[in-house]
């Protein structure tokens, strides 16, 4: 498997867990990047606290607990029916630096137990990138009916049309689907290195939703980005005009599990920085490039925030945002899609937490 990992300021570089078994791309790859040990209660800085009980909502109880050394995570007003989002703290005893080395480790920081198959794209990308990628046979089988406003895959009109053109009667047919998914993909990352969000996919599986508008409204929903690293912000949407120097990148398919729903084929771009500025600070921001089911949009920020002075070096915060955009999400009741979503996502977040200190 060939890598990329450039750290100049144009350096190149999805879903995650959902409705009944939320596992995140971001959350997943935190999990495995941090060398853990026991948990052990940080002080909190005055800024963050500040944070917590206006933003996040944290009552005073939750806080103590973060003290404590406790993982918390809660559920966030997002305001629309089929988007959620979580957010979860938890102290670790693991220095920045230390960090900042497992997560630059790409290659096994992106894969989870969880996560069935996996790729880092070259730059340029190149065949050998995406060989591991195989369509399921369920996918398959349901493709042979896709059509534009009416599809069981996330597809943009061009590929929904090439499928119409198959000969669906062939005996090599999950062999041709596949490779179409394969030349896709290369195609499809090269022009988003070239051009960015510009490139990104219209799905038109149902109706005609552009990926870079709900992931821009994704972003405007999350304004701690522009607060503490507008470069940051700058540079997820104008990438890669916006160049971030400092920063490193990855971009990279994986295909999560997701029962008792279908696995999850998604294109993601991670953005690893340090805001200049915000020396205690080191941002991990996640973009959803594509999702063959289920999500139009999702972003995942976690950030590492520095214990105060005398604790530098010991040890700090992990602070983590998701957001997730469905295409369909039924809410009504406590039992409704929604609230198991919701749930579910807000129990990974926190069960992820809870690993990333006792690992």
Known sequence: MAHAVNQRSRANVTAMEGVARMKTRWGMVAALCLLAMPAQAQEIPAWLEADLRGRAGLDSARIDAVRRGEAVATELDTGLPREIAVFGIAAVRLSRDAYVRRVLDFGPSTRPPTRRRFGIFSLPPAPADVRDVVVAERDVKDLRDCRPGACVMKLPATAIARLADMDWRAADVPARVT?????????????????????????????????????????????????????????LLGYPAATLPGASEVLFWSEDELPPLRPVLSVTHLVIFRPPARPDLTLAAAKQLYANHYFEAAFDLTCYVEGPARAAGQGGHLVALRRYRFDRLPSGGPHSLRARAVDAARRQLLADLRRFQNR
């Open 179 to 235: 490779a179409l998914a394969r030349q896709d993909l290369i195609s499809y990352v090269a022009d988003y290195l070239a051009r960015g969000d510009t490139a990104l996919v219209v799905y038109d599986d149902h109706g005609s939703v552009r990926a870079s508008e709900v992931f821009a409204e994704l972003l405007a929903a999350t304004p701690q980005v522009e607060e503490y690293a507008p470069a940051l912000h700058r540079h």
